[in-house]
């Protein structure tokens, strides 16, 4: 999910443009870093997509209710606590501000 600096929210980026839905197995210990790392390589080669270069934004990552996730909590307490089978995580993007423009 990408920031619309418009609409101050965030919204799907789809496949076309880089973004979409991957499956993917993790460990029940992953924590929210390896998840990021692995949804970044994933949705940005080489550190990069047709938007930029991965170091130009914040990044983070929200939960099935678009909350972003704690640090560390791992992917079995979250299958624990929502009872779900499958779960989604969407990495989330802001672009960073210009230190210069502030």
């Known amino acids: 999910m990408a920031y619309d600096e418009e609409k101050q929210a965030f919204k799907q980026v789809r496949a076309k443009r880089g973004g979409g839905t991957r ?25 990069r997509n047709r938007e930029g270069a991965l170091a130009d934004y ?15 909590i791992t992917v079995g307490q979250l299958y624990n606590d929502s009872k779900l089978p499958v779960i989604r995580f969407y990495l989330t993007t802001c672009k960073k501000k210009d230190k210069q423009s502030r």
């Open 23 to 47: 499956r993917v197995d993790v460990s029940k210990d992953a924590k929210k870093s390896e998840i990021i790392q692995m949804a970044a390589s994933l949705l940005m080669p080489n550190g």
């Open 58 to 72: 914040e990044v983070d990552l929200k939960d099935y209710q678009e909350v972003a996730v704690d640090d560390k």
